[in-house]
Nanobody, 121 residues
Framework: QVQLVESGGGLVQAGGSLRLSCAAS????????QKWYRQAPGKQREWVAG???????NYADSVKGRFTISRDNAKNTVYLQMNSLKPEDTGVYYC???????????????WGRGTQVTVSS
């Protein structure tokens, strides 16, 4: 029904930048909200950034001023621009979207499989 696929992860040195993408496909009528989470091994998944359909964004304190979430509604894609990366930003980054299906009057909570971000010192 709906699939989310992250891309753009990789290895970067501290102070560098990466841009993550998450493309949604399937029976999509609209997307209400999109979020980015990350998880390091042995740690809980934590929320990083979010954007709602009105365009309002919010960020975790740990990334505020360094990360920017944006979207391209025509492509059903959300981005996370990550600048001034730190080793503590290392983890698997997941996108999440609240999607209204085109087939039935239903809102669903969908997750991608994640993309690895590694920041070396």
């Amino acid at each position: 029904q709906v699939q989310l696929v992250e891309s753009g992860g990789g290895l970067v040195q501290a102070g560098g930048s990466l841009r993550l993408s998450c493309a949604a496909s399937g029976s999509i009528f609209s997307i209400n909200a999109q979020k980015w989470y990350r998880q390091a091994p042995g740690k809980q998944r934590e929320w990083v950034a979010g954007i709602i359909d009105a365009g309002i964004t919010n960020y975790a304190d740990s990334v505020k001023g360094r990360f920017t979430i944006s979207r391209d509604n025509a492509k059903n894609t959300v981005y996370l621009q990550m600048n001034s990366l730190k080793p503590e930003d290392t983890g698997v980054y997941y996108c999440n979207a609240i999607v209204r299906l085109s087939t039935i009057p239903h809102w669903g909570d969908y997750w991608g499989r994640g993309t690895q971000v590694t920041v070396s010192s």
